[in-house]
């Protein structure tokens, strides 16, 4: 079978079956892309017959052309589940990939802020204009909600339900609901209620978040504004948009929140990825004992 055909159908099955994300979809097709590349400058083997040793050479050929432990993981990663879907398809008999493995990795814990620090980023946002007041709400529901920024700007004004003290998100095919905290359902009302019917270019705008054209906040507007708050509090610490997403989760299992409950707020498929801030607890508990006990 044709390489191209080959390609065609994994992205159909990335894209319609494993609704992946447009970051996953996006760096699997380019592994395989230059992967085939490889095979068309180095062997005679199209996607669907090569073998074994040819993709261990492929996998040491990135090696040695100073390609990152993690950029060779993530294209193993893409490899093997290319030739998993090949043969789930009955287009290749054998499963080439089957021992190819990962190189190990430290994984590195992701950084998250203090208390008082949350605190400190959260009183930012001035509320004396309309910009104050819709900052300060889109800060409240990241650390209330724990949601991703890409889910925080796709939100509608349907998704808030005030009286019940919820949103709705949804994310990858799934939608879940998340409680929130007193301070950021007030935080919400006001610009629901106030700001926001000043804020929209029309009044048929769906978007909860808009910028001040009026329309859909984007990533990269929000990624301004959380940086400008953090030079004007004066946190050290680099801020990301994921850095109140992973505080969220290990200010809840400081205070007793269970795994779960936490994966399902995330929206974690695997409670994998939710076991990280357990390491993470741990850590900050290490460092805290190493620098508080005398004898330490």
């Not at 993709?55 to 490899?79: C, D, F, M, P």
């Not at 998704?159 to 905290?181: F, H, M, Q, T, W």
Request: glycine letters at 4%.
């Amino acid at each position: 079978m044709q390489n191209s055909v080959c390609y065609e159908k994994f992205e159909n099955y990335l894209t319609n079956v494993k609704k992946a994300s447009k970051n996953t979809l996006s760096s699997y097709l380019r592994d395989i892309r230059q992967l085939g590349g490889y095979l068309e400058r180095y062997t005679d083997s199209d996607y669907a017959d090569v073998d074994e040793s040819e993709l261990e050479a492929y996998v040491n050929w990135l090696r040695k052309n100073g390609k990152s432990v993690a950029t060779v993981s993530r294209s193993i990663a893409s490899i093997k589940s290319f030739y998993g879907f090949l043969a789930s398809e009955g287009i290749i008999d054998k499963n080439p990939s089957v021992k190819l493995v990962p190189d190990k990795t430290t994984q590195k814990l992701p950084q998250i802020l203090t208390s008082k620090e949350v605190e400190l980023l959260l009183e930012q946002p001035e509320c004396v204009d309309m910009k104050g007041y819709r900052d300060r709400a889109m800060l409240e529901l990241l650390y209330a909600t724990g949601i991703r920024v890409s889910e925080l700007i796709s939100l509608d004004v349907s998704d808030v339900n005030i009286s019940a003290g919820i949103i709705r998100c949804r994310s990858r095919g799934k939608e879940r609901a998340i409680p929130l905290y007193p301070a950021a359902i007030r935080a919400l009302s006001e610009y629901i209620e106030f700001i926001r019917p000043q804020m929209i270019s029309t009044p048929e705008e769906k978007s909860l978040f808009v910028n001040v054209s009026g329309e859909r906040m984007s990533r990269q507007g929000f990624w301004k504004i959380i940086k400008s708050y953090q030079t004007k509090a004066g946190i050290e610490k680099t801020i990301t948009p994921h850095t109140l997403r992973h505080s969220f989760a290990a200010h809840l299992l400081e205070n007793g929140a269970d795994l779960r409950s936490i994966q399902e707020m995330l929206g974690h498929a695997d409670i994998s990825s939710t076991q990280i801030y357990s390491q993470l607890v741990k850590k900050q508990l290490k460092d805290v004992y190493n620098k508080a006990h005398p004898r330490a």
